[in-house]
């Protein structure tokens, strides 16, 4: 009786928090139609295969767990915190939806926008050298992976390639950014038309993008609020440092040197991690990055010190306070030139 009771209010939760099912959309054109570039089997199977397959691998590494109901621009921005599987699955899903996007015959392409052009030709001087640095990208990404033109926090273009199934929103990627255009060079992408010569499908592939709507994501992503929060999230490595840095620094201070001895290598790695994080364009100067390669520096150094095996422990445990302390001055160093 009282499971009658309750089951229209299961019903209206689980109404209410509808979890997240990944679909595989439709491709908008037939599969012949990126003849001669691409051919018809390799979109078929690029599209019903393996991207299906990233589709299906990210609804089952979520499925009965809080992620189903998270946005797909979160679980790519934390992805350095995820599984493998959903790093790898989400970002499979995400690239290959705006790869079909931007892709598209001659005769159903739309011309690039004022807006584009003209930030392309400021930056980049004409279209066709923007064309060379994505190729370059694209050709030098060793292994597997994506070619991205990109639009950063500041709101600038920048062009850059990432490995596997990662890409410019993620937090494993160095810069971070909203991709506009991405280039897949996974060899499913081009192998039974152009086997190993990569370079001869990126000259086909050209001739398939569709500036227009590459176009239209860049007025989308210059306005989006997904810039801001990337913005935020790099610099939340200094605050995530910080952390590490406090909880090891200040029990030295007095005299407790087991949180320093045990988390050195964390203390380092975040130091890596602040160095590699592209902090806000309000405080990005050459200052501030000198200062982060110093702490990284400073870091190592803690650590292997942590490490060393020593007879001596109050002597080990003095040098250890001595170099935790300039660390910790170079931290608030980074801190009042952010400030600035
Ligand atoms: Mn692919």
Same mark, same amino acid.
């Given at each position: 009786?009282?499971?009658?009771? &309750? ?8 109404? #209410? ?18 003849? @001669?570039?691409?051919?018809? /089997? ?12 990233? $589709?299906?691998? &990210? ?14 621009? *979160? ?10 599987? $959903? ?10 939806? #705006? ?9 159903? /392409? ?37 070619? %991205?033109?990109?639009?950063? +926090? !500041?709101?600038?273009?920048? $062009? ?18 909203? +991709?506009?255009?991405?280039?897949? $060079? %996974? ?7 152009? /086997? ?28 989006? @609020?997904?810039?801001?929060? &990337?913005?935020?999230? *790099? %610099? ?17 201070? !007095?005299?407790?040197? !087991? +949180? ?19 902090? +806000?364009?309000?405080?990005? *100067? ?25 007879? *001596? ?8 306070? !001595? ?18």
């Amino acid at each position: 009786m009282k499971k009658h009771l &309750l089951l229209p209010f299961v019903a209206l939760y689980s109404f #209410l928090s509808i979890a997240q099912v990944y679909t595989l959309p439709n491709l908008p054109f037939a599969f012949d139609a990126y003849e @001669p570039y691409v051919d018809a /089997q390799t979109m078929e199977i690029h599209h019903g295969k393996h991207h299906a397959a990233y $589709v299906n691998n &990210l609804n089952k590494a979520i499925a009965g767990t809080s992620m189903e109901t998270t946005s797909m621009n *979160n679980l790519l921005m934390y992805a350095s915190f995820r599984s493998a599987a $959903v790093r790898n699955n989400a970002g499979g899903h995400y690239n290959h939806n #705006l790869f079909w996007d931007i892709l598209a015959p001659k005769a159903a /392409q739309k011309p690039i926008s004022d807006a584009l052009q003209t930030a392309i030709i400021n930056q980049f001087k004409s279209v066709d050298s923007l064309q060379k640095l994505i190729n370059n990208a694209a050709s030098t990404r060793f292994g597997s992976g994506w070619a %991205w033109l990109v639009v950063t +926090p !500041e709101g600038k273009l920048a $062009v850059y390639s990432t490995a596997n199934q990662d890409n410019p929103i993620m937090d494993v990627s160095k810069e971070r950014g909203i +991709p506009i255009l991405g280039i897949d $060079v %996974w060899e499913h992408a081009y192998y039974l038309k152009y /086997q190993n010569k990569r370079g001869d499908y990126l000259g086909g592939i050209w001739n398939l993008i569709n500036w227009g709507v590459v176009s239209d994501k860049y007025a989308s992503a210059v306005t989006d @609020p997904l810039l801001k929060e &990337l913005e935020k999230d *790099n %610099w939340l490595a200094l605050k995530d440092f910080h952390k590490v840095m406090a909880q090891t620094f200040h029990p030295a201070e !007095e005299n407790n040197f !087991e +949180p320093l001895l045990t988390r050195s290598g964390e203390l380092y790695a975040k130091a890596i991690l602040l160095k590699n994080a592209t902090p +806000p364009a309000s405080v990005n *100067n050459p200052k501030v990055q000198d200062a982060l390669n110093r702490l990284e520096k400073q870091c190592l150094l803690i650590h292997q010190l942590a490490q060393k095996p020593s007879k *001596n422990q109050a002597a080990k445990n003095e040098q250890l306070f !001595e170099q935790i302390t300039k660390a910790h001055d170079i931290f608030h160093e980074v801190e009042g030139l952010c400030h600035d």
